[in-house]
C-alpha cells in the first residue's frame, strides 16, 4: 500500500511520519515513535493494555488507524507526568502495589485518568465498572481499585492533575 | 543483629516501579534493534499430519523474505524444552521428544516452518506462500481413547501413546487395609481445567549475533542459565557464547520457565546474519503456550466415623498433549498433594502420562499442587458430608502439625494449618454461615473452605543454587548483582529489603542488577516458590559478607573490634555508646580512595543450596451464590489465611494473594480452553472467547497474613506466589457443593454444567 506524510501531535509534541494507511495507533506509537510504554497485549481491543486518551477520549490503539487520529492530542503514558513530577494516579499506583508484571499498568492508568476527568469522586462500583474493558493478570484488581480511589482522594485534595 | 527491623515488614514500593508508571520499561517486545527482523512461525491446520513436502520457494522469492527455515534447516537434535532434565536427580523420567521445528504435525498448531522478513505484513505474506503437501493422519484427542490398542500413535517410541508411568515414591503404609477399616469409602473421577496461562505479555523472542560471534538473547526466561545450555546445545555453542538477557517480564505463572520461541528465533538469525524478533499475536499465544495438564483422576478417600483418615490413593490419567515437557515433574507435584497433606497412614498413587493430538502442556503455577489438592479437598468435604461431620472438623482431626513429614516427606519445621482454619473459621463467623438457611428465591447461599500446603521451591528432586554479590559504592549506597527474576512477584525488591536490612543502609540505597548471564552468577530458575527462599538466602549471605567487610573497616577508623559496632539507617555506630560513630558513606569513600594505605571495594558473594523447602500453608474460604434457574455461580467472597513465614514487603504478598484468587476465580467458573473435538482446533483463542476475570469479575477478597518465621529462612520467610492456586478451587467448589449439592468434578463449573445437574436431580 502507498505510504504517504501525516502529521501527529502526541504528548504535545509534533511529529511528522511516513506511514500506510492500514498503520494502527499503537503501531504509529510503538513502532514509528518508539513510544513503547503503550502495550499490545491481545491486537485486537480486547484487553485494554493499549488505552490512549485522544482528545481526551480512552481509545484503544490497537483497534484505531493513525491517520483517524491526525490534528487530534494523543496522551500516552509517557506523557502523564511532568517532567519528573509524576501524575497522582502514577504516585498511587506505586504506593498502593497496584502493579505486578506492570504490563497492563500503562492502559489501566491511561483508562483511570479518563474516568477521574470525568468522574473525580467515583465509587468503588464506578471504578470497577471503569476498569472492567482493562485485563490483569496478576493483581486481582484489588489494589488497582485502591490506587484509583486514593488517586481520586489526592487529587480532590488539590494534587496536580 | 537487633530486634526492631528498620526494613523488612515495610511496604516499601516495589523494584521498577517508576519505569512500570512512566512506560520506560522495556519488556521482551520492546526489542529494537537496528537491521531487525521480523520471525513468524507457520503452524500445523490438523492435529496429526506428515509433510510429505514443503515448497518454500515462492515465499523465499517474495521480496523482503530473509529466510525461509522448516525441519531441513534445523540442529536434528531431539530436546525437551522444559529446564528439568539438566538438574532433576531422577533425569531418567524426563522425555526428548521435540525438534526446534517439528518433522510431523502432532497437534494444530505445532511449528512446521518460519520465516524472517523486513517487517510483519511480509512475514505474513510469505508464510500464506509456503506450501505444505501433508498427509492427514487419524488424530486423538482424548487420553484415554489414546491409551486404547489401535489408537494413533503420536510418537514412534510410544506404545499406546504412554510417555510415562510414575509409581509415586511416596506412597505407604497398605491402602486396601486402610479403606477396609474405613466406614465410609467415597471415589470420584475428575477431570481437572486445561487453564491457559494467558500471561498479558505475548509470548516474544529477540536474537542477535555479534560481531564476535556471540550470540544475545532477549527472552522473558526465568530460568536463563539452564535455557542458555538448552540453546547451546541445539546450536553446538559454548555456554559462555551466548549471553541471555531478561527484560522486565509481562507475567510468565511457570511459562518462562520452559524454552518456547527462542530456539526458532536463533535459527533465523544464524540464518539471516541480522537480528530478529519474533511475537506472537494473542491468537498465536494461546494456540502454541502453555497450559495445565488434564488430569484424569481418580480420588479415593476412606475415613472413619470418628473423622479419620484411613486411607487415600489417586490414579491419574495425565493428558500431556502432543509433547511431553513438564509432566512427569507435575504429575509427582499432584500426587504429593494428594498423599501429603494430612496424616494418613496409608497412600498410593500412580499416574500414566499420555499424549495425545493437542498442545503441549506445561507447567502452571500451583504445578499440579493445584489439581492434586482440589481433588483431596473436594473428598473430604464429600466424606464429611457422608458421616455427618463439619468439614472443620473432619479437616482438624487428621490435620498436620510441626514435625511431621511435609508434602515431599520433610520433616516440618513449623505447621500453622490448625490455626489457619481457626483464625479463619472465627473471622469468617463459618458456624453460623454453614448452618444458614441456603434458599433465597431462586438464590441458593453456600459457604465452603479448603486448606493448602505448598513449597519454597523444588528441594529434594532438583539441584538448586543460588549466588548474589553486593558492592558497594564511594557514596554508601550498594550494587546488588542477582538472578532475581521479576515476573510481577517483585523478587528483586524483596532481595533488596533484604539486603538493605542486613547492610544497614535503606532500602533507595540499594541498586539491583538483574536478569543479564553475562553480569550475575549462575542460577537454576526461579519456580515454585524458590525465590524469595533460596535467592534471598543468597542475598542474605552476600549482604553479610560485605557488612562483615564494612565493620572491620569502620572498626579500624574508630580503633575498635568491629564486634563492639552496628549498623543502622547509614550510621555505623558504638554498641555502648550510640552517640559515637560515623557514616557508611564515610567509610566506602575513604575504603576506595584512602590515600594513606588499603583501598578496597567493599564486596561480598553469597551462595546458598537448600536442604529443605518449608511449605507455606493457606486455609481458604469461599461463599457463593448459585442461581437455580440460570446455574449461575457468583463468588461473594475469598478469605485467603496465608502463612508464609516472616512477610518482607505486605503490598507484595497480598498482591500475590490476590492475584492467586482472580486466576483461580477464572478457573473454577470461566476459564474454558474449548478444542473442537472433530478438528482439534482451538475455539477459545482470544479473551472474548476464554475469558479471564476482568474487575468486574473478581469476588470481595479479604488476606490475613499470619506471620510464624520459618527458622531456616531469610529472616524467617518462605515462598508466597506458586501455592496461591491451590486452596481457591476446592473452597470454591464446596461452596457450590454446600449451596446446591451438585459436586463438581469437571471445572469450570460453567452455568450450563450446574443447571444440567441441578436438572438431573
Not at chain 1, 493499549?50 to 481509545?59: A, M, R
Not at chain 2, 472413619?304 to 502432543?322: C, F, W, Y
Not at chain 2, 497412614?345 to 499424549?355: F, I, R, S, T
Not at chain 2, 476465580?665 to 475455539?683: A, K, M, Q, S
Request: contains cysteine; aromatic residues 6%; glycine residues 10%.
Amino acid at each position: 500500500m502507498k505510504k504517504e506524510v501525516a502529521y501527529f501531535k502526541v504528548n504535545g509534541r509534533s511529529y511528522e511520519v511516513i506511514l500506510t494507511p492500514e498503520t494502527t495507533l499503537s503501531e504509529l506509537l510503538r513502532e514509528h515513535l518508539d513510544l513503547t510504554g503503550t502495550k499490545r497485549a491481545c491486537g485486537v481491543g480486547e484487553c485494554g493494555s493499549c488505552t490512549v486518551l485522544v482528545d481526551g477520549i480512552p481509545t484503544l490503539a490497537c483497534s484505531t488507524l493513525a491517520i483517524a487520529v491526525r490534528g487530534k492530542e494523543v496522551l500516552t503514558i509517557e506523557g502523564l507526568a511532568k517532567g519528573t513530577q509524576l501524575h497522582p494516579l502514577q504516585q498511587a499506583f506505586i504506593d498502593s502495589g497496584a502493579i505486578q508484571c506492570g504490563f497492563c499498568t500503562s492502559g489501566m492508568i491511561m483508562m483511570a485518568k479518563a474516568l477521574l476527568d470525568k468522574n473525580p469522586n467515583p465509587s468503588r462500583q464506578e471504578v470497577k465498572e471503569g476498569l472492567g474493558g482493562n485485563l490483569c493478570r496478576c493483581t486481582g484488581y484489588v489494589k488497582i481499585i485502591d490506587a484509583v480511589m486514593a488517586a481520586a482522594e489526592a487529587m480532590g485534595k488539590g494534587a496536580d492533575r | 543483629m537487633i530486634d526492631e527491623l528498620s526494613v523488612i515488614g515495610k511496604r516499601v514500593s516495589r523494584w521498577g516501579a517508576y519505569d512500570r508508571v512512566t512506560g520506560a520499561a522495556k519488556y521482551t517486545v520492546d526489542i529494537k534493534l537496528p537491521r531487525m527482523l521480523v520471525g513468524k512461525v507457520l503452524t500445523s491446520p490438523y492435529p496429526h499430519a506428515r509433510i510429505i513436502k514443503i515448497d518454500k520457494s515462492k515465499a523465499e522469492k517474495l521480496p523482503g523474505v530473509e529466510a525461509v527455515i522448516t525441519f531441513e534447516d534445523i540442529p536434528k537434535k531431539l530436546f525437551t524444552p522444559n529446564r528439568h532434565d539438566l538438574i532433576l536427580y531422577h533425569p531418567e523420567n524426563e522425555r526428548k521428544d521435540m525438534y526446534v521445528i517439528s518433522e510431523k504435525a502432532r497437534f494444530v498448531g505445532d511449528r512446521v516452518a518460519a520465516v524472517a522478513a523486513v517487517d510483519a505484513a511480509t512475514a505474513q505474506k510469505a508464510l500464506e506462500l509456503i506450501e505444505v503437501k501433508y498427509e492427514v493422519l487419524p488424530a486423538v484427542l482424548d487420553p484415554i481413547e489414546a491409551m486404547k490398542p489401535g489408537a494413533p500413535r503420536i510418537h514412534d517410541f510410544a506404545p499406546n501413546n504412554i510417555s510415562l508411568h510414575l509409581n509415586f515414591p511416596g506412597s505407604r503404609g497398605d491402602v486396601e487395609k486402610g479403606f477396609g477399616e474405613a466406614d465410609c469409602v467415597i471415589e470420584e473421577t475428575f477431570r481437572t481445567s486445561k487453564q491457559h496461562i494467558s500471561q498479558l505479555e505475548p509470548c516474544a523472542c529477540a536474537a542477535s549475533f555479534g560481531p564476535d560471534g556471540r550470540l544475545t538473547i532477549w527472552s522473558p526466561g526465568q530460568s536463563a542459565f539452564l535455557q542458555r545450555r538448552k540453546v547451546a546445545e541445539l546450536f553446538d555453542m559454548p555456554e559462555g557464547m551466548i549471553k541471555w538477557i531478561t527484560p522486565h517480564v509481562g507475567g510468565s505463572f511457570g511459562k518462562s520457565g520452559a524454552l518456547s520461541v527462542e530456539p526458532i528465533c536463533v535459527a533465523l538469525t544464524k540464518k539471516t546474519g541480522k537480528p530478529v524478533k519474533i511475537e506472537y499475536s494473542r491468537e498465536e499465544d494461546f494456540r502454541g503456550t502453555e497450559t495445565r495438564q488434564t488430569y484424569v483422576a481418580t480420588g479415593k478417600i476412606g475415613v472413619k466415623k470418628d473423622g479419620t483418615i484411613t486411607a487415600l490413593q489417586e490414579k491419574l490419567i495425565v493428558d500431556g498433549g502432543a509433547y511431553f515437557s513438564r509432566n512427569s515433574t507435575t504429575s509427582m507435584a499432584s500426587m504429593g498433594g494428594f498423599t501429603g497433606l494430612y496424616r494418613c497412614p496409608n497412600v498410593a498413587a500412580e499416574a500414566d502420562c499420555v499424549y495425545t493430538n493437542i498442545l503441549t502442556t506445561g507447567g502452571i503455577r500451583g504445578y499440579g499442587n493445584s489439581e492434586g489438592t482440589c481433588v483431596l479437598e473436594q473428598l473430604v468435604d464429600k466424606a464429611a458430608k457422608e458421616i455427618g461431620m463439619d468439614p472443620i472438623q473432619l479437616r482438624l482431626r487428621n490435620i498436620k502439625k510441626a514435625g511431621d513429614p511435609d508434602n515431599k516427606g520433610l520433616p516440618m519445621e513449623t505447621c500453622t494449618l490448625e490455626e489457619l482454619i481457626k483464625v479463619g473459621a472465627e473471622k469468617i463467623g463459618w458456624a453460623e454461615k454453614r448452618a444458614r438457611k441456603k434458599q433465597n428465591g431462586t438464590k441458593k447461599y453456600g459457604i465452603g473452605m479448603a486448606i493448602m500446603m505448598d513449597v519454597s521451591g523444588a528441594h529434594p528432586s532438583c539441584i538448586q543454587h543460588r549466588n548474589a554479590y553486593i558492592k558497594f559504592n564511594e557514596d554508601g549506597s550498594a550494587n546488588l548483582v542477582v538472578t532475581a527474576y521479576d515476573m510481577g512477584q517483585n523478587l528483586p525488591g524483596a532481595c533488596a529489603q533484604i539486603a538493605a536490612e542486613v547492610l544497614g543502609i535503606r532500602y533507595e540505597d540499594i541498586h539491583i542488577l538483574n536478569g543479564d548471564t553475562d553480569s550475575t552468577m549462575f542460577d537454576t530458575g526461579i519456580g515454585a516458590s524458590a525465590g524469595l527462599y533460596q535467592v534471598g538466602q543468597a542475598v542474605m549471605k552476600a549482604a553479610q559478607e560485605a557488612r562483615r567487610q564494612l565493620l572491620e573497616r569502620a572498626g579500624k577508623r574508630l580503633r575498635l573490634a568491629p564486634e563492639e559496632l552496628e549498623v543502622r539507617d547509614r550510621r555505623i555506630y558504638v554498641k555502648s555508646d550510640p552517640q559515637r560513630g560515623i557514616s557508611v558513606a564515610e567509610v566506602t569513600r575513604q575504603a576506595t580512595y584512602n590515600l594513606e594505605g588499603e583501598h578496597l571495594n567493599i564486596f561480598g558473594k553469597g551462595s546458598f543450596s537448600p536442604t529443605q523447602s518449608p511449605p507455606p500453608f493457606a486455609t481458604v474460604f469461599a461463599e457463593v451464590e448459585v442461581d437455580t434457574e440460570t446455574g449461575e455461580v457468583r463468588v461473594q467472597k475469598i478469605l485467603y489465611v496465608n502463612d508464609s513465614g516472616r512477610v518482607i514487603n505486605p503490598a507484595t504478598v497480598e498482591g500475590q494473594i490476590e492475584g492467586g484468587i482472580a486466576q483461580s476465580v477464572g478457573y473454577c467458573l470461566t476459564e474454558d480452553y474449548v478444542i473442537n473435538r472433530e478438528t482439534g482446533v482451538l475455539e477459545s483463542d482470544n479473551f472474548t472467547t476464554y475469558k479471564i476475570p476482568s474487575a468486574l469479575d473478581v469476588p470481595e477478597t479479604e488476606v490475613i497474613l499470619y506471620e510464624e518465621p520459618v527458622p531456616s529462612g531469610p529472616f524467617g520467610a518462605k515462598g508466597v506466589g506458586h501455592g496461591t492456586t491451590i486452596a481457591v478451587n476446592p473452597a470454591i467448589a464446596n461452596a457450590i457443593y454446600d449451596a446446591v449439592g451438585v459436586f463438581i468434578t469437571d471445572m469450570p463449573a460453567t452455568p450450563e454444567k450446574i443447571f444440567e445437574a441441578l436438572r438431573r436431580r
